[in-house]
């Protein structure tokens, strides 16, 4: 068996592993696998302000993953994905610090995730041209409302989000008590449900 084939069939952790043990085939298999997942989530991290600086973490994370990987064997439970996207926040958290782009919580009420707000109220099947206008606005929208968050309420949603945090997950990665992980991400749904309220009236009608 070729050993890219053979590559393709271990897990996350295995590979990375194999990687430490020296097999640059195993890293080559493991960053096509998440190459995607991670510039997205470090991009919604930072933000529109430092956009452009978006790449710049992204390589800093991996070559912040390489750098650990003498001591991957030694981390824990954890899966090598929850240790990446945590490693992609640290990245990305210590570039919004030197910028000064961080910003302080607030205050807000429990809401649901506005991921599925904007879901299947659309016959996506069969789509209209005002349904697909439609979603590509809702979509730009939900974008600025994550933009417009406090970073750490973007990074608790994000993390909850794209990587399925929980909040025991959260309060563990971001070293956080519970409760304070847990409002990050309630105000975050709050204020992100704020932002898309016009789009959620839409989409509610048709329902």
């Known amino acids: 068996m070729p050993l890219d084939r053979a590559a393709q069939a ?18 080559e298999v493991l960053y096509g696998r998440h190459e995607g997942a ?9 933000g529109h302000g430092l956009a452009a600086q978006a790449d710049e973490v992204f390589q800093d994370t991996w070559m912040r993953i390489i750098a650990a990987r003498e001591s991957y064997s030694a981390r824990g439970d954890a899966s090598w994905r929850t240790w990446a996207f945590t490693i992609a926040h640290h990245a990305a958290m210590d570039r919004l ?13 429990d809401a649901g995730d506005p991921m599925e707000w904007v879901q299947a109220a ?10 697909v206008a439609f979603w590509r606005a809702a979509g730009q ?12 309420q973007r990074a608790a949603f994000l993390l909850h989000h794209e990587d399925g945090a929980s909040v025991e997950d959260l309060a563990h990665r971001l070293a956080l008590p519970f ?23 839409v989409l509610e009608a048709r329902a």
């Open 10 to 27: 271990l897990t996350d952790d295995e590979l990375m592993l194999a990687y430490a043990r020296g097999d640059a085939d195993a890293f």
């Open 38 to 46: 991670l510039l997205r989530f470090v991009r919604r991290l930072l």
């Open 97 to 109: 610090r030197v910028s000064g782009r961080e910003r302080p919580l607030e205050l807000g009420d």
């Open 122 to 131: 659309v016959d996506l099947s069969h789509p209209s041209s005002e349904d």
């Open 141 to 152: 929208q939900l974008l600025d409302c994550l933009d417009a968050l406090p970073v750490a």
């Open 179 to 201: 409760e304070t992980a847990k409002s990050r991400l309630r105000y975050a749904l709050q204020k992100l449900r704020g932002c898309m309220q016009a789009y959620l009236v």
